[in-house]
Nanobody
Framework: EVQLVESGGGLVQPGGSLRLSCVTS????????MSWLRQTRKGLEWVSAI???????DYAESVKGRFTVSRDNAKTTLYLQMNSLESEDTAVYYC???????????????WGQGTQVTVSS
């Protein structure tokens, strides 16, 4: 079965950094794009995505320049490095597996349990 297990969330002060991890199993990890999404008071927001090989990445404008998505296919693990965190980044962060190997724009079929990130002084 497909498993996505997230970790790395916590409480951090504005300007601080956190690194989220998503350890996966049960599918051909290096064949599938992966994304990070977050749930805020405003709703569900797409944050970032990365191709199966790791060669292509994309970011929401709100996090561009501050967040970096990466993956280690040998470890079947997805990462999100978050720097210069702001209070607006407070959310539950989820990793998600794309439904198709060819694109992350056609939806996701599996999600992690989510990890809480709170940015506050």
């Amino acid at each position: 079965e497909v498993q996505l297990v997230e970790s790395g969330g916590g409480l951090v002060q504005p300007g601080g950094s956190l690194r989220l991890s998503c350890v996966t199993s049960g599918f051909a990890f290096d064949d599938y794009p992966m994304s990070w999404l977050r749930q805020t008071r405003k709703g569900l927001e797409w944050v970032s995505a990365i191709s199966g090989s790791g060669g292509t990445t994309d970011y929401a404008e709100s996090v561009k320049g501050r967040f970096t998505v990466s993956r280690d296919n040998a470890k079947t693990t997805l990462y999100l490095q978050m720097n210069s965190l702001e209070s607006e980044d407070t959310a539950v962060y989820y990793c998600a597996k794309a439904s198709y190997t060819t694109s992350w724009y056609f939806g996701y079929d599996y999600w992690g349990q989510g990890t809480q990130v709170t940015v506050s002084s």
